[in-house]
């Protein structure tokens, strides 16, 4: 390890790293660029994890230090390596059924609102909205597809969207640890669950992959689709935002929610005066779009 270091630059690295130099200056460049492409609000504490999430890019480009990263990053004109750097400081901790009063909720929410007063063919729009890597969204689409049997036929879907396409990847796919097994409510798992034991893995029935498409999307960008939706779970990712972000989000959140359509946010997200967006408190970081 490099134990003094005379010049204000940073060294570190674990021992099976190249030691790269980081300067505060390539710091500030790439926090304010994770900033104004992602919304991720990274601040001086960070930058540990910063140059341990960066390291690995810097080698694979082949570069001797972060000043040449950098300069790559804003000379070249790669936009795929813009993606990678967001990409590799985005956290992507999730799990089935994470917070798991959201999905009685749901279920709640679909018996009375669904099940009985709008049955009749009409379609059920869902977003998860910072999905990683697909657990939330076969969370959810397990949830519906107990409700409602044969969902996708009776047009349910659920749109699960990130920013990061490795996290999209491992979702489409839809093959997960027999591990992560033990989060899914035992009734649901051997409903929906096939296992391979062979492998240590499991996927998901058709009637659940069906009604679930993961695209990309960035939560600070313009986004495509034009209709509301009646639920939206946009959880543990506004953490990551500064306070004028979040409130945008908010904003365009409730714009995009159907009257009495529900958000569910994550643990440690509230939304201020949520009067102010038309939404109203309706259990633990739960709200309702009001109107009927
Ligand atoms: C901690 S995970 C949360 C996953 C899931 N919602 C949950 O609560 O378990 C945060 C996710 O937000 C995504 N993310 C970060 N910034 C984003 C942005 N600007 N637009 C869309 N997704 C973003 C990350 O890629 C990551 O997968």
């Known amino acids: ?7 204000p630059a940073y060294f570190q ?21 994770a900033k104004s492409l992602s919304g991720l609000d990274i601040g001086a504490s960070k930058r540990d994890l910063v140059y341990g ?3 690995r890019r810097v080698r694979a480009l082949g570069l001797t230090d972060f000043d040449a990263y950098c300069h790559y990053v804003d000379t070249s004109g790669d936009l795929a390596e813009k993606a990678s750097l967001i ?7 999730t799990a089935f059924f994470r917070e ?34 697909g657990e939330e969204a076969y969370s959810v689409a397990m949830v519906i597809e107990d409700r409602i049997a044969d969902a996708a036929r009776k047009n349910a879907r659920i749109l699960a969207s990130d920013i990061n396409p490795e996290m999209l990847k491992v979702g489409r796919h839809g093959v997960y640890p027999t591990m992560t097994l033990g989060r899914i409510p035992k009734n649901f798992s051997e409903k929906f669950c096939i296992l391979d034991e062979s492998k240590k893995e499991f996927r998901f029935r058709e009637p659940v992959r069906a009604i679930v498409r993961f695209r990309p999307l960035n939560l600070i960008a313009n986004w495509p689709m034009e209709q509301r939706f009646h639920v939206i779970f946009c ?7 500064d306070n ?8 365009r959140l409730a714009d995009r929610l159907a009257p009495g359509g529900r958000l569910y946010l994550g643990h440690s997200e509230n939304i201020q005066a949520p009067e102010h967006y038309g939404l109203m408190m309706d259990g633990i970081t739960t709200y309702r779009k009001c109107g009927l």
């Open 1 to 7: 390890m490099v134990e003094a270091v005379a010049n």
């Open 100 to 133: 798991s009063h959201h999905f009685d909720d749901l279920a709640a929410y679909l018996d009375t609102e669904w099940c009985g007063r709008r049955s009749g063919g009409q379609p059920l729009r869902v977003w998860c909205a910072a999905t990683s890597s």
């Open 87 to 93: 990409s590799a400081l985005t956290t992507n901790v």
């Open 235 to 241: 959880r543990n990712v506004a953490i990551y935002f």
């Open 13 to 33: 690295g674990t021992d099976s790293d190249a030691f790269f130099r980081f300067s505060e200056e390539n710091f500030r460049y790439i926090s304010s660029l």
């Open 53 to 55: 999430r960066l390291a």
């Open 244 to 251: 004028q972000t979040k409130k945008r989000l908010w904003g």
